[in-house]
């Protein structure tokens, strides 16, 4: 499915009443297929900048009321007297933390459609395109979300005291055995909640941030595409827009499952294509030994420049397509990611 569509689709199921707020990209995707070069280009750059603040004045101001009423629901967790109170004030942070979701989406979706149409321009017209109009303004794109991820935690962290609160109350008060066993059904109902909306929130990132692991060490695979045992995999690797302009740094990648076999590339850097540069896209074709569901990743990087990846999606034969967000700088010198195998040997 080409990538407009998929737009529009999500866009339809998750969020159609913010359809209007999001990147018009067909509109931009038109821009770039007109015939005159000046026209084409002034008009994509123009309709992209309005684009872009009609999508940050968006989030930002979405961010900025729900920071305001947060405060209000912090407000009234100071004041609470009763379990009556905070069963009502549980259910209404739940479905504050929806909205905070909904948002984090919003940002995604809109930082993706972004990202793939400034790499349909540089492909079309062989240049890198210039942010230049937006200078200055760095930490007010929406795509930078740090705001909301910390709203995000502090929700989640009052809403776990909650329900641990909760659970306490309803232990300790149960002189009728039946009042007992109601609340300790609504208390329990409160933990699956709470748990379910811990699962979606981290559906935001397979794990909320990666880690250095200093005991990794990647295996040398075959590249012989005539081995039985060897397949290919693809991976596209997206660098935020707040990174470097380019990178000259030396990247490797290793990923694998969680019964030993792992694929390793020493290198896919490439300067003289230019490889990672800031708001791109780059995709791989890496060959190594056949993976069942690939559960952990790690991103070594050998320079001074430094790198800076939004995220990295990786497609195989024998396993489902899983993306790892990392969204931040990659240390010089450690292999530095995700495991999550711990997950797939419970299953």
């Not at 984090?104 to 349909?120: A, E, M, P, Q, T």
């Not at 001074?304 to 990295?312: A, H, L, M, S, T």
Request: glycine letters at 6%; aromatic letters at 14%.
């Amino acid at each position: 499915m080409k990538f407009g569509k998929s737009f529009r689709i999500k866009i339809s199921i998750i969020m159609p009443q913010w359809e209007g707020e999001c990147i018009s990209y067909k509109d931009l995707k038109k821009q770039l297929n007109l015939g005159d070069p000046f026209s084409r280009d002034e008009g994509f750059r123009q309709l992209l900048k309005n684009e872009l603040e009609k999508i940050n004045d968006f989030f930002l101001r979405k961010e900025g009321e729900y920071m305001n009423k947060f405060q209000e629901l912090k407000g009234v967790v100071a004041d609470i007297n009763s379990s009556e109170d905070t069963t009502q004030l549980t259910k209404d942070l739940l479905q504050f933390h929806n909205k905070l979701v909904l948002l984090l989406h919003y940002n995604v979706l809109n930082c993706d459609g972004f990202l793939k149409i400034i790499k349909k321009h540089r492909k079309k017209t062989g240049q890198l395109f210039s942010l230049s109009f937006m200078e200055g303004d760095d930490e007010q794109l929406f795509f930078i979300a740090n705001s909301l991820n910390e709203l995000l935690a502090e929700c989640e962290e009052i809403l776990r005291q909650m329900v641990i609160g909760i659970s306490s109350v309803h232990l300790y008060n149960h002189t009728d055995p039946y009042r007992f066993r109601r609340k300790m059904m609504k208390a329990v109902c409160f933990v699956l909640l709470f748990a379910l909306i811990s699962i979606s929130s981290q559906a935001r990132s397979i794990i909320p941030k990666p880690k250095p692991n200093p005991n990794f060490k990647p295996k040398a695979n075959s590249t012989n595409h005539q081995n039985a045992r060897t397949c290919s995999f693809t991976v596209e690797i997206t660098t935020s827009c707040s990174s470097v302009q380019y990178t000259r740094d030396q990247i490797s990648i290793s990923f694998g499952d969680a019964y030993g076999n792992q694929v390793y590339a020493p290198r896919i850097d490439d300067p003289s294509v230019g490889t990672f540069e800031r708001c791109s896209g780059d995709t791989f074709e890496i060959y190594g030994p056949c993976t069942y569901q690939i559960c952990y990743l790690y991103l070594y990087r050998s320079g001074y420049d430094g790198w800076k990846p939004e995220r990295v999606d990786v497609y195989g034969y024998n396993t489902r397509a899983v993306s790892f967000y990392y969204n931040v700088w990659i240390p010089a010198g450690i292999w530095y990611g995700f495991d999550y195998c711990s997950y797939y040997a419970m299953r």
